[in-house]
């Protein structure tokens, strides 16, 4: 079940895959240290993620560093059905590898929402602001 932060407006959560937070109207998800994101992985991530949102739609901030690969078909998923209830996606990667996956995420897969990627999370905060709705 999800929490709430005594004496804050965040709400957060622990998964096996992720730690999730909603503090001031964005969402945050960090993904914990993995070799590779596949479908399995990409559907329950969206299935814990959908609950915690609890119907409601956010900017998301989805941080990728600690994910060392993806398969395409994780890719597919997380730019189709994965973006249910994502105002908008900032993407927060930090090696080289990861940018050229990201991108290539952005240019092929086309996500429904806009999406942009980032290399630092306060950067990528300040860009989702303009979606909280």
Do not use: H
């Not at 990409?42 to 959908?50: N, P, Q």
């Not at 409601?56 to 060392?68: G, R, W």
């Amino acid at each position: 079940m999800a929490q709430f932060q005594e004496g804050s407006r965040t709400k957060k959560q622990e998964t096996k895959y992720v730690n999730m937070y909603i503090q001031e109207g964005i969402f945050q998800c960090y993904f914990k240290a993995m070799d590779i994101m596949d479908i399995n992985v990409a559907e329950a991530t969206v299935r814990d993620r959908l609950q915690f949102f609890e119907n409601t739609a956010y900017p998301c901030l989805f941080d990728i560093t600690q994910v060392k690969e993806t398969t395409k078909d994780a890719r597919d998923f997380m730019a189709n059905e994965g973006n249910n209830l994502v105002l908008a996606s900032a993407m927060v990667v930090n090696s080289p590898m990861l940018k050229m996956m990201a991108n290539f995420y952005i240019m092929v897969n086309k996500p429904k929402n806009p999406t942009r990627l980032f290399t630092d999370r306060e950067s990528a905060l300040e860009w989702l602001e303009q979606f909280k709705s």
